[in-house]
């Protein structure tokens, strides 16, 4: 079993890029692909990127995520900020040995 | 454009079984080789999978926390897909919604609206 861990919370001005972090607990980050979801206010959900660094079509190209395995973690940037990105951003991922989808605790971003 | 739509009571008692139904429209909930997905957030907090069940009904899923409790099915003749949680308590009240993951790159897409469900006496 692992966990995903994320910040709590991260906050940035408009226009400027933020960085979001997904840390995995055991085993590689590169094991299983990570997901992001945006959630806003009152809102389901959405997906922002899948497969580490995919978008769906219809999400602006501001949002990219990656992996690094030597911080065994997932990172979701988001660039030239926009209020409208103020949400709660989740990562998910696989965990193959148990067959359980695992969600990070999410990050509330803040744009000033 | 796929649209699920969660429903079901708001309030249920404890020990009983919540029970709810995720309705599809815009495409066929047989077609694809989809999966179809319950999440649920407690009220304040995060996402927690509970489970799904292949479009063909054939083969389920469940989060090892909650499967000895958690029952998917799938209804391809209404087009939708149902939970059922037995014996609930306090902790179970949350926000439930209902999710179509992709087949092949099984990402989350789209999700219901959610809806409440309680549990208190």
Not at chain 1, 14 to 41: D, M
Not at chain 2, 8 to 32: A, D, F, N
Not at chain 2, 48 to 70: A, D, H, M, Q
Request: proline share 5%; aromatic share 12%; with cysteine.
């Amino acid at each position: 079993n692992f966990m995903l861990t994320q910040p709590h919370s991260v906050s940035e001005s408009p226009g400027r890029t933020v960085t979001i972090s997904c840390t995995r607990s055991s085993g590689s980050i590169a094991s299983n692909y990570v997901q992001w979801y945006q959630q806003r206010p009152g809102s389901s959900p959405t997906t922002v990127i899948y497969g580490d660094t995919q978008r769906p079509s219809g999400v602006p190209n501001r949002f990219s995520g990656s992996i690094d395995s030597s911080s065994n973690s997932a990172s979701l940037t988001i660039s030239g900020l926009k209020a409208e990105d103020e949400a709660d951003y989740y990562c998910l991922s696989y965990d193959s040995s148990i067959s359980n989808w695992v969600f990070g605790g999410g990050t509330k971003l803040t744009v000033l | 454009q796929v649209q699920l739509q969660e429903s079901g009571p708001g309030l249920v008692k404890p020990s009983q079984t919540l029970s709810l139904t995720c309705s599809v429209s815009g495409g066929s909930i047989s077609s694809g080789g989809h999966y179809w997905s319950w999440v649920r957030q407690h009220p304040g907090k995060g996402l927690e999978w509970i489970g799904y069940i292949y479009y063909n009904g054939g083969t389920t899923y469940y989060n090892p926390s909650l499967k000895s409790r958690v029952t998917i099915l799938v209804d391809t003749s209404k087009n939708q897909f149902s939970l059922k949680l037995s014996s609930v308590t306090a902790a179970d009240t949350a926000i439930y919604y209902c999710a179509r993951v992709s087949g092949y790159d099984f990402y989350f897409d789209p999700w219901g609206q959610g809806t409440l469900v309680t549990v208190s006496s």
